[in-house]
C-alpha cells in the first residue's frame, strides 16, 4: 500500500494567505475562506429547496465548495486584479487551475479518484451546483470586505463596490433571501448579535 500526500497538502491551505496584495486588519487564509464557503453554500442550497423550489443536493454542495479552491494549495492564491486583468491572462489561469486539480487528484489512491475528482473537477458539477458555489463565494469576499470596513480599513471600498456589482450579476431569490436575512448581523459588533441569546 503505497503513502498519498493528497491530505498532507491539503493540511497546507491554512497557510495559503488570501488578499496578498491588500492591507488586512486580520488576515484570512484559503482553509478559513473554504469553510465559510461551504456553509453558505449550504444555505443557498438550503434556501433554494424550501423557499424557491429547488432541488438541490445541499450537501453535496457543501463539499463543492469546501473543495472549491483546494487546488491554491498548488498554485497559491493569484489576486483577483492579476488573474482577470485581461481575457488572455484568466484563461491561461484557468489551464493552469485545472492541471492543478488533475495532480491533486493523482495524488490519491487510484481507487479514489473517480470519488474526489467529482467534487474537485467543476466539469463534474451541475450548472446549478456551480453558479451556487459561486454565489457562495462571492458572498464571502463581501462578507470580508464588510469585516475590513467595519474595522476601519478602507482599502477594501473599491473591493467591495467591485463584489457588489458580481454580486448583482450573480442575483438569485435566494441570494437575496440570505442577503436581506444573514449579512446585516456581520455589520454589528459581538455585543449587538448577543444580546438576544445570553449564555
Known amino acids: 500500500m503505497s503513502q498519498s500526500h493528497f491530505f498532507a497538502h491539503l493540511s497546507r491551505l491554512k497557510l495559503i494567505g488570501r488578499w496578498p496584495l491588500m492591507r488586512n486588519v486580520r488576515t484570512e487564509n484559503v482553509s478559513e475562506h473554504s469553510l465559510q464557503v461551504a456553509f ?35 498554485t497559491g492564491d493569484m489576486p483577483t486584479p492579476i488573474k482577470y486583468y485581461n481575457p488572455q491572462i484568466a484563461h491561461e489561469y484557468k489551464k493552469i487551475e485545472k492541471i492543478a486539480q488533475q495532480k491533486l487528484i493523482e495524488m490519491l489512491p487510484e481507487e479514489f479518484q473517480d470519488d474526489y475528482r467529482t467534487l474537485i473537477d467543476e466539469h463534474h ?11 457562495a463565494d462571492a458572498l464571502c469576499a463581501y462578507l470580508k470586505c464588510l469585516e475590513e470596513l467595519s474595522a476601519g480599513n478602507t482599502e477594501f471600498s473599491m473591493a467591495k463596490a467591485r463584489l457588489e456589482k458580481t454580486l448583482s450579476e ?6 437575496d433571501y440570505f442577503m436581506a436575512v444573514f449579512i446585516p448581523s456581520f455589520s454589528l459588533s459581538l455585543d449587538e448579535i448577543s444580546q438576544d441569546s445570553p449564555l
Do not use: C, W
Open 125 to 135: 458539477f451541475s450548472e446549478e451546483e456551480k453558479k451556487t458555489v459561486k454565489q
Open 170 to 175: 450573480r442575483q438569485s431569490p435566494e441570494m
Open 40 to 74: 453558505v453554500a449550504h444555505a443557498l442550497a438550503l434556501i433554494k429547496n424550501r423557499k424557491f423550489d429547488g432541488n438541490l443536493n445541499a450537501e453535496r454542495v457543501a463539499l463543492l465548495a469546501m473543495y472549491h479552491d483546494a487546488s491554491e494549495v498548488l
